[in-house]
């Protein structure tokens, strides 16, 4: 399949479409590893301790999966679309000079970092293309990728995590600024982008669970534990995509859904929103719809529901709060719903499945590369392989 099938092709030179375009490329990185994304997201629900089948051993895949595994994978995937398996190599071994020695997934390094790097090689094979001896190719081409794979890794401990570290560091000053002031709806301004950044156990750990804590002591409950936890807007997202997206992705949202909502891991979804951008003012609106509504009606929690699924909600909501706690689930997911299927166009851009044939779903068409490569810099042999 490829990344098109997720992505229109894109026209023009405008700020829409440079974002569009970006679209496409984060999609073509992240979509064709979302198999990981829901196994990881169900080893978590099931064998962490606050999961349903706690297991100490299986719970130890958890950490080095979301830090190493997919990030590599996401680096590795960037970096085979620009420059085939020699770029998805350097991709992969740049990405691990970011998740060593970081505090946060390095998701979004990894999309960085891993096209970056082999754009680079490409560079470099085009420089000594038809210059080399016969019978020293493969020793350039192995020293070369080895070479620039760990200068890159080596430029990303010291580049690229830094400002990923100092995003997650912003993000909190910025939502803790807010909380400070009593607007507490605005957080979601913040709050939902740096989620879907993978920056939502550093936020909600670091800087809601801290005052949550403190103020729960004070009154019983707290709502600071329900901004960034909130079920309701990723269930919303996925309920568009499965009625309006792409229709090669509406058969994988009632999974991702039993996941997220149920099982409470809300990294299920961030690629979709990756894969359209505008789809974050759809999770800002039902953020704040959902935080509204808690303030409006006092609810709060007692503890962080951890995972963040309804479950957990329920479980740690004080006795006679439930009608607060699920009002603001519900809105918060109809807000979402109701937004993301507005940017989706309700479907109205999907062609209709049967009117493409066996052969043709399966073949990559001339318009399709250009939603990918809108400017043919990708070689063939990548290309064949998307």
Not at 8 to 27: C, F, H, M
Not at 120 to 148: Q, Y
Not at 203 to 212: Q, R, S
Not at 299 to 308: I, K, R, Y
């Amino acid at each position: 399949m490829t990344s098109s099938s997720y992505t229109p092709e894109v026209k023009g030179q405008g700020l829409r479409a440079t974002v569009q375009r970006l679209g496409g490329y984060l999609a073509a990185m992240v979509m064709p590893n979302i198999g990981a994304f829901i196994a990881w997201g169900l080893i978590t629900a099931m064998f962490i301790p606050t999961g349903w089948i706690p297991n100490k051993t299986l719970a130890e895949l958890v950490g080095p999966m979301i830090s190493i595994l997919l990030p590599v994978l996401i680096g590795y995937t960037g970096g085979r679309l620009v420059h085939g398996q020699r770029g998805a190599v350097v991709g992969a071994v740049a990405t691990m000079g970011l998740v060593v020695g970081a505090d946060v997934p390095m998701i979004l390094g990894a999309m960085i970092i891993g096209p970056l790097t082999a754009y680079v090689l490409k560079l470099f094979d085009g420089l000594v293309e038809n210059r080399i001896r016969p019978g020293f190719e493969m020793l350039v081409d192995n020293f070369s990728a080895g070479i620039i794979g760990a200068a890159m890794a080596i430029g990303g401990v010291y580049g690229i995590g830094p400002v990923v570290e100092w995003l997650t560091k912003q993000a909190g000053s910025g939502v803790d600024w807010l909380v400070g002031r009593d607007l507490l709806p605005l957080t979601s301004v913040l709050v939902e982008p740096a989620k879907v950044l993978f920056l939502n156990n550093a936020i909600n750990h670091g800087v809601f669970g801290p005052l949550g804590i403190a103020e729960a002591a004070d009154k019983g409950k707290s709502v600071l534990f329900m901004i960034e936890s909130n079920p309701g807007p990723g269930l919303g997202l996925l309920l568009a995509f499965m009625v309006f997206g792409p229709r090669a992705l509406r058969p994988s949202a009632p999974a991702a859904i039993i996941v997220q909502f149920l099982g409470g891991i809300h990294e299920i979804y961030f690629p979709y929103v990756l894969m359209k951008p505008k789809l974050i003012l759809a999770m800002i609106a039902g953020g704040a719809a959902g935080v509204g509504t808690f303030v409006i009606t006092g609810a709060g929690l007692v503890a962080t529901p951890s995972p963040g699924s309804i479950f957990a909600y329920l479980a740690v909501t004080p006795k006679g709060g439930h009608f607060g706690v699920i009002l603001g689930v519900v809105v918060a997911a109809a807000v979402t719903f109701a937004v993301a299927s507005a940017l989706l166009g309700f479907g109205r851009g999907e062609p209709v499945a049967d009117a493409v044939g066996p052969d043709e779903e399966t073949a990559v068409r001339p318009e399709q590369e250009r939603a990918v490569d809108p400017d043919g810099t990708l070689d063939k042999s990548a290309k064949q392989e998307v």
